[in-house]
């Protein structure tokens, strides 16, 4: 069954929600990587990149070589030429706020098409870590560039962001009085009203987990309402847990669709922006700061497909360097593989 917006419920988005649920499967839980986060947020909204440029330059904090051919008259035809060329991470974003937005464009093209359960990730440790000095900060701020881009993309007047706890949402609320989205916290006693038609759910954690999945069984009920999970902490390491609490936990995270996913390695990268295929990619040797595709899939890639996949990019590359860092992946994804069996 399936509910098409606009109605007299529902004026103000104009997209169709479906009942089907996914198959995709959420990890339960990621190995470390070594990528380090430029911590300054640009100002600009919508400025465009150069595909000659460093992928995640900002991330690195390294200024790509390719930058250097910029300052000679000489080059202009060679970068034009370049620009003409789709390279293999043309679809990868050059920093870190682009991939918020990218994220929020992709979760808004997902509720447009009728999804109605998504989540966003961005894998990377500056975003791991909230006890880290300003990183709950700049955490907020980059969820607000994410609303922002997923009101753009969808044009919905009604969209309802939900945070982790009251003091982060009261304080976000005095801060963002001219946000154009609503602002609740998982604790309150109604965080989502009847008039909302899109929730995004903030970097919800595992300790409020059973309030997560009652509001998402609110919203599967007529009429069907979106429903983003944006860098969900879901999945607690604690022994305590049981087999059968983290088996309801698993199913409800596999109703949900991954639209979003970054997950930077030691020697590449796996990304997936809907509607496109799941891409794994590995560094350049040549082009340091950039990426060539390896393999493309239609679902998540485990630990399994990126042993195989590294390994032949592995066989064909007699760089010492490059096998010493396809055997860094293949161990942080042997831990990975240790966490979740659990």
Not at 21 to 42: A, D, G, R
Not at 184 to 213: F, G, H, T
Not at 238 to 244: K, T
Request: hydrophobic share 40%; with cysteine; aromatic share 10%.
């Amino acid at each position: 069954m399936a509910s098409s917006f606009p109605n007299p419920s529902f004026p103000h988005c104009s997209f169709l929600i479906s009942n089907s649920t996914s198959s995709t499967h959420f990890p339960l839980s990621y190995p470390p990587t070594s990528l380090t986060v430029f911590p300054q947020i640009s100002s600009t909204k919508n400025g465009s990149v150069s595909k000659i440029h460093g992928k995640f330059e900002k991330f690195q904090g390294e200024t790509p070589q390719d930058d250097v051919l910029d300052a000679n008259p000489s080059s202009s035809l060679q970068q034009q030429l370049s620009q003409e060329v789709e390279e293999d991470d043309s679809c990868l974003p050059s920093d870190l706020e682009g991939a918020v937005r990218q994220s929020g464009e992709a979760a808004g093209l997902f509720v447009s098409s009728g999804g109605a359960r998504a989540i966003v990730e961005l894998l990377i440790p500056q975003l791991q870590f909230l006890d880290d000095e300003g990183a709950q900060a700049e955490l907020w701020e980059l969820s607000r560039v994410f609303l922002e881009s997923l009101i753009e993309e969808t044009n919905c007047e009604k969209v309802k962001a939900v945070f982790p706890d009251a003091g982060a949402a009261a304080l976000l609320e005095y801060r963002w009085k001219d946000a154009s989205f609503k602002i609740s916290s998982l604790s309150d006693r109604k965080p989502v009203d009847i008039a909302d038609e899109i929730v995004v759910m903030v970097v919800p954690d595992y300790q409020m987990l059973e309030n997560v999945q009652k509001i998402a069984a609110a919203l599967s009920d007529d009429p069907p309402r979106p429903l983003i999970m944006w860098n969900p902490r879901l999945i607690s390491e604690d022994v305590g847990v049981g087999f059968n609490v983290r088996k309801l936990r698993r199913y409800f995270l596999s109703t949900f669709t991954t639209v979003y996913s970054m997950r930077p390695l030691p020697s590449g990268a796996v990304f997936r922006a809907y509607p496109g295929l799941w891409k794994v990619f590995y560094d350049d040797k040549d082009r340091p700061g950039r990426y060539l595709l390896a393999k493309e899939l239609i679902s998540r890639p485990d630990a399994g497909d990126l042993e195989i996949i590294f390994g032949n990019v592995a066989d064909s590359d007699q760089d010492p360097s490059f096998l010493d860092k396809a055997a860094g992946v293949l161990s942080s994804l042997t831990r990975f593989m240790k966490a979740i069996s659990k």
